[in-house]
């Protein structure tokens, strides 16, 4: 048995794995964690490729709102000189790709699995377990592991170089945007599935490295470009070439973005499609203005073992940080004897050399556009796509090396990811102010200017701060043996039940209940939707499980969640966060299924009716608020079934009612999922059950009884 964390601080708990993993996973199997703002998953055979058939997925943030994926695909490498493989073929250079389609060729994936600290609460919407599906993705739990969730992934490989990453996932409020990766690079010798060593020799002049590419953001792909949504027009800048004379300097909370973490950040750049406006920060300039794009997304270098035997940090890796053309690299083939030249040209490009093409190529950088604080930076009109010429898009590159590892011996990296950028609030007011046009403008240094795009991108361009500020919380969380303070846990229960005149939340005691830092409970609510703004509806004391919303709007939905809150004691010292009171993550108990005021059962069918009728787009803004295409059936049986009809006669939807309300909501889909179109419509209503007086025992309505109503939709 030996450490895989030799490099680790020391009282950070030691996980050992024997020194041959008898073990196998489908390559296809993935790991989701969503605890935090900053959500994602990780994928079996040792990197990402986020598109899901559908779209791009992963690294979501702020994970509030919809449609804010950030992640394309991370393209992984490692290569070597003088290898000589299980069948005692001798190559000069040989090198792997971590790809889905060469697992069980080059890839062998030996674990996937996820610990967390404890079990998520139970979420109950109307008896709906909402957080089922993730709570599933869990495979153990250990309340004596650092952060809230590891995620343990290890891969063997053809080059007997086995590969073990472990992503740490934090809930505290200061610390949920970012993940901790500590990657573990050992030479097992073992080169397949089974426990046999088929390598003893040492590596030499290992290099590794990998490209991600961040679409920054899904939603800047959807209402503006649609060739962002693979990150054409991201734009990668780097930090920290004055790393090795800075590396000592402390990081407070007073002076929290040092400019020279070891770090690439990727946001996104001026488009070769939109030519109407400034596209910097994706503003809905069809729309209300709002920024789509304040994502910027990057890494950081936190750790590099100097070697297998030092495992000092090497103050002058990465070996290299920058930008790399997306789709540009060398193809490995099948890893045949004829794909040695590709091997070579892969080794170069890890070394310091990124593959553009034949030559290479020029690698500006954001000094280009001048700098950083000037007119011709801000206003700068260089598309990425110009620069690199890749259809793919640019990668954020990191690589590092050359290491010489001894059979049995292991190098360590640890890097953290993360995003930041601005609020949804201060992207709704700064795009307001954009698209309004009414100079003058309030720089973010106070300062004025008449100039809109200025005004627009000097904000936007805050994000790089922001991210440096979250990567400095990261190496410090990361230097302190993960030590930052801890908030309380979520109640273990969360109950939300629709009811006749209020919406009835109750909950199960916070575990932390007991602590003398407890200061109590928050509930939050939104309205419409769940990607929106909440406030807070309910403060209250340890003690005290349940709580009536009699505030409720009828027609209306609402989402809610709760958190456990501290009172600050526990979080005096400001080294590593903000000072003052913790909370639980709202993204344990955040629902989203709506909870809204039921009717009783209709006592009638002719006292049915459909609100709004007709039903207009603009129903959105004066009926059932944030609710677009939203029409409700009121009065109903609490037990019928509904269909919906065009005018001639043709089934567009059919809705099965057994909830026993009054009450149910259309959001005007059809079958094939297509919003319906303007026109005429007949609803038909049929008992499926008696409804019987609760008063007299009375049969209200009789099974089979029916009724159409019609109505309107004008768009």
């Not at 996820?114 to 869990?138: C, L, R, W």
């Not at 690698?363 to 009109?381: C, F, I, Q, V």
Request: contains cysteine; glycine residues 8%.
């Amino acid at each position: 048995m030996f450490a895989l964390y030799h490099c680790f601080p020391k009282n950070i708990v030691l996980f050992l794995l024997p020194l041959v993993l008898v073990a196998q996973v489908d390559e296809t199997l993935k790991r989701y964690v969503k605890i935090g703002s900053l959500q994602s998953h990780y994928s079996a055979y040792g990197s990402e490729r986020a598109w899901n058939n559908t779209y791009y997925e992963g690294l979501i943030w702020p994970a509030d709102y919809l449609y804010q994926d950030n992640a394309v695909i991370k393209r992984s490498w490692m290569a070597c000189k003088d290898f000589t493989d299980s069948d005692g073929y001798a190559w000069g250079h040989y090198g792997l790709y971590f790809v889905l389609s060469d697992a069980g060729n080059s890839l062998f994936p030996m674990e996937l699995y996820q610990v967390a600290k404890f079990m998520p609460p139970t979420v109950y919407v109307d008896g709906v377990d909402v957080n089922s599906f993730y709570n599933a993705e869990i495979d153990s739990v250990n309340p004596d592991i650092e952060s809230d969730r590891i995620i343990v992934n290890t891969v063997n490989t053809s080059m007997g170089l086995t590969m073990e990453r472990r992503v740490y996932a934090f809930s505290q409020q200061y610390h949920d945007n970012y993940f901790i990766k500590v990657f573990t690079f050992t030479n097992t010798g073992n080169t397949d599935w089974d426990a046999d060593i088929e390598l003893n020799a040492d590596l030499n002049d290992v290099v590794i490295g990998w490209g991600t590419r961040y679409s920054v953001s899904r939603e800047a792909g959807i209402l503006l470009d649609g060739q962002q949504k693979w990150g054409k027009n991201s734009w990668v800048t780097r930090r920290g070439e004055n790393f090795s004379q800075n590396y000592h300097n402390p990081i407070t909370e007073a002076d929290p973005s040092p400019q020279w973490l070891r770090s690439v950040i990727s946001w996104y750049g001026r488009s070769a499609t939109v030519f109407q406006v400034n596209n910097i920060g994706g503003p809905d300039y069809r729309g209300n203005g709002r920024l789509t794009a304040p994502h910027h997304a990057g890494t950081v270098v936190l750790h590099v073992d100097e070697s297998w035997n030092n495992s000092a940090n090497d103050i002058n890796q990465p070996l290299f940080w920058g930008w790399h053309a997306g789709d540009t690299y060398p193809s490995m083939g099948n890893l045949s004897e004829s794909d040695e030249p590709a091997m070579a040209q892969l080794h170069e490009m890890l070394s310091g050399m990124p593959h553009l093409g034949l030559g290479g190529a020029e690698r500006p950088d954001e000094m280009a556009m001048g700098d950083p604080a000037s007119e011709t930076y801000l206003k700068h009109n260089i598309k990425p796509f110009d620069v690199h010429n890749d259809p793919g898009g640019m990668n954020a590159m990191l690589s590092y090396g050359p290491f010489d590892i001894p059979h049995g011996e292991s190098i360590v990296i640890v890097e953290a990811e993360g995003i930041n950028g601005l609020s949804r609030e201060m992207c709704e007011t700064i795009g307001f102010q954009w698209q309004d046009g009414a100079a003058p403008y309030i720089l973010p240094d106070g300062s004025e200017t008449n100039d809109q795009d200025i005004f627009k991108n000097s904000w936007v361009f805050t994000g790089k701060d922001s991210l440096l500020k979250t990567f400095g919380r990261a190496l410090r969380n990361y230097e302190s043996e993960f030590q930052i303070s801890e908030p309380p846990l979520p109640p273990a229960l969360f109950d939300v039940q629709s009811g006749g005149d209020r919406i009835f939340l109750s909950w199960d005691p916070s575990p932390s209940e007991g602590n003398p830092n407890f200061g109590g409970y928050e509930i939050w609510r939104a309205t419409g939707k769940p990607d929106t703004i909440y406030t807070n509806i309910y403060s209250g004391p340890g003690g005290i499980y349940s709580f009536d919303d009699l505030t409720p709007i009828r027609g209306n939905s609402y989402y809610y969640y709760i958190q456990s809150i501290t009172d600050g004691s526990e979080n005096i010292a400001g080294s590593l966060n903000p000072a003052g009171p913790l909370k639980s993550n709202r993204f344990y108990t955040k629902t989203s299924k709506p909870a809204y005021l039921r009717r009783q059962s209709g006592q009638a069918l002719d006292d049915i009716r459909i609100v709004p009728n007709p039903y207009h787009i603009a129903a959105k803004d004066l009926q059932y608020i944030g609710e677009r295409d939203k029409i409700m059936f009121l009065n109903i049986p609490g037990q019928c079934d509904i269909r919906v009809f065009t005018e001639r006669g043709d089934l567009v939807h059919q809705i099965e009612h057994r909830d026993g309300s009054g009450d149910e909501a259309w959001s005007l889909i059809t079958f094939g999922r297509q919003v319906i179109a303007p026109g005429i419509y007949v609803a038909h209503f049929e008992a499926t059950e008696n409804i019987v007086s609760s008063a007299s025992n009375e049969i209200l309505i009789v099974k089979g009884d029916q009724i159409v109503k019609k109505f309107v939709v004008v768009r």
